[in-house]
DNA sequence: GGCTGGCCCTGTACGC
DNA sequence: TGCGTACAGGGCCAGC
């Protein structure tokens, strides 16, 4: 599933194919869930921005279309020598054809991924951006913060990473690698000032190395060139139930947080 | 305003 | 072999 790694590496392969093109021919697969990308048609794109794992392009007419991938969801960019997308393709939900030939190809299998065209800035329609927290890389970003964050609620650790209020971009596999790392107990519900620090170094250690290695992939991931990611082969946590613990040899056990799927070890991760 | 639980989706794995 | 069921999970929303 596309975390901030995901997000990120797939940013920075698409802005430079699609910064400075203009929509000649937008269409989407009948749902509605899909239909707000034909509002693009004409628009230039200026820019292409991440906030946490929604993809922003900016548009030349003072809107921004917002993409977030979901679980499946896939970007790519398909040069005029390709077959043109069309919807008679599986799994497409949304293409855009532009000026140069080009087209940007959205596919998503289980269909939770979003579009949407808002003024830019005006996120008041998707309020789980509305509220993100900040970036995890943002250097003003202090244990201190996240501590604040944190103790502003009362739900399990784990869950408020995924709320993304706390800081932005982490998801189940990137959660469960840094409460493993930072030996916290996924359902922990008051951090220490040091705990949190140590969190934070921890989701920052896990999100570098997605980064580093282009994500995550456990079935579906693919960058925009459709390639798989290499960091797969560096979980030391998530999808590691009923195999020792690589720090202590204790084995790590599986349940649910907030309907999630949470590997942990109850020896490193005590309450 | 905070929190919980249900829902959206479809491919895959598994049991019968 | 074929069918039915459970499961995976990010974000949204209704209800408390």
Redo the contacts with the bound molecule.
């Keep these: ?3 901030l790694p995901e997000v990120e590496t797939i940013r920075r392969q698409l802005a430079p194919r699609v910064v400075g093109r203009t929509v000649v021919d937008v269409d989407t697969h009948p ?1 509605p ?1 899909f239909a707000p990308a034909r509002a693009t048609r004409g628009a230039t794109v200026t820019d292409l921005r991440r906030r ?3 993809l922003l392009a900016g548009l030349d007419d003072g809107r921004e279309l917002i993409v ?1 991938l ?3 969801g896939r970007l790519a960019v398909e040069t005029p020598a390709d077959d043109p997308p069309t919807g008679e393709r ?2 497409l939900r949304a293409w855009w054809r532009f000026d140069d030939g080009s087209a940007l190809t959205f596919t998503d ?4 991924g ?1 579009l949407a065209v808002v003024p830019r800035g005006d996120h008041r ?6 509220r993100l927290g900040p970036e995890p890389f943002d250097p003003t970003l202090e244990a201190a913060t996240l501590h604040r964050a944190l103790a ?5 650790v784990k ?2 990473l ?3 209020r706390p800081v932005a971009g982490v ?3 990137y ?1 469960d690698e840094a409460l493993w790392d930072a030996g916290i107990n996924p359902v922990a519900r008051r951090l220490s000032v040091s705990r949190s620090a140590r969190l934070l170094d921890a989701l920052r250690a896990a999100l570098a190395s997605g980064l580093r290695l282009g994500g995550t992939t456990l ?1 579906d991931y693919r960058d925009a060139d459709g390639h798989t990611g290499r960091n797969q082969d560096e979980l030391r946590c ?2 590691r139930a009923g195999q020792p613990c690589l720090r202590c040899g204790t084995l790590l056990r ?1 349940r ?1 947080v ?5 590997t942990w070890c109850p020896r490193c991760q005590r309450r």
């Design positions: 599933m596309p975390e749902s869930k946490g794992k929604y977030h979901g679980m499946t599986p799994h299998i289980r269909r939770f979003r329609r998707l309020p789980t951006l509305a502003s609620s009362r739900r399990a869950t408020q995924l709320s993304q998801g189940n596999i959660a079935r998530y999808g599986r649910l907030d309907g999630r799927g949470t």
